[in-house]
């Protein structure tokens, strides 16, 4: 099955820092991985996925084969960005990972 | 809006009552999860459905049970309820099943107090 994990619960930048959300995965075989985004207990919604290689938001996400790592990075933090991350496995694993509670500080 | 809807958005009930949790997925999905969210445990997939069938099932309690029906739109039903079942309960739809990166779009959520 396909997993991942994140290592950080919660993440504080300062606004205008770069800021790097880690996720790791453990699996054989082409990964597909997603990031998601939940703004103060709103509905879950898909951020970015790495087969499309885009960068939303200013975030982008680089698949690293080689560390099973598909960290989710921005440059610059804006306050806006204070969210709940989540990194997740393709649709048809349902294993999210436990999420990264990340604040901007002004 | 993700096009999935649930349905109450808010409710509040005594321990040892039951509940139903209603989702209509997005158009043309046929994937419909469901999953449990709490602040002390994060998102806990518990259980998916395709086309009306249970496909898979995570940490979903013998008290707790689903369905899809005909017309895709599913509900969660929860029973005996306990204190530690107040969370906020998501729906998901996606296009395919496994095998397939298919995003999640996800619902609104319900949020459910046990009192």
């Known amino acids: 099955a396909q997993r991942v994990t994140q290592p950080e619960k919660l993440l504080s930048v300062f606004k205008g820092a770069p800021v790097e959300l880690k996720c790791n995965y453990s699996?054989?075989?082409?990964?597909?991985l997603f990031w998601y985004v939940q703004y103060s207990r709103q509905r879950l919604q898909l951020l970015l996925r790495h087969i499309s290689r885009e960068s939303i938001k200013g975030f982008t996400a680089d698949l690293n084969k080689g560390e099973t790592s598909f960290h989710l990075k921005k440059p610059f933090a804006q306050e806006e960005d204070s969210a709940m991350y989540y990194c997740a496995p393709p649709g048809n694993q349902f294993y999210f990972g436990t999420g990264t509670s990340l604040t901007v500080i002004p | 809006d993700s096009g999935v809807t649930q349905t109450p958005k808010h409710l509040i009930t005594a321990t040892g009552q039951r509940v139903t949790l209603r989702c209509s997925p997005r158009s043309g999905d046929l994937s419909v999860y469901w999953y449990q969210q709490s602040l002390d445990q994060g998102l806990q997939f518990l259980i998916q459905?395709?086309?009306?069938?249970?496909?898979a099932k995570g940490n979903i309690l013998e008290r707790f049970s689903a369905q899809q029906f005909p017309d895709l739109h599913s509900e969660l039903n929860l029973s005996s309820l306990e204190l530690g079942d107040s969370a906020l309960y998501f729906c998901a739809s996606s296009v395919g099943l496994a095998g397939a990166p298919y995003e999640q779009y996800f619902g609104p959520g319900t949020r459910l107090t046990v009192t």
């Open positions: 459905y395709y086309n009306g069938e249970e496909r």
């Open positions: 699996y054989s075989g082409s990964p597909e």
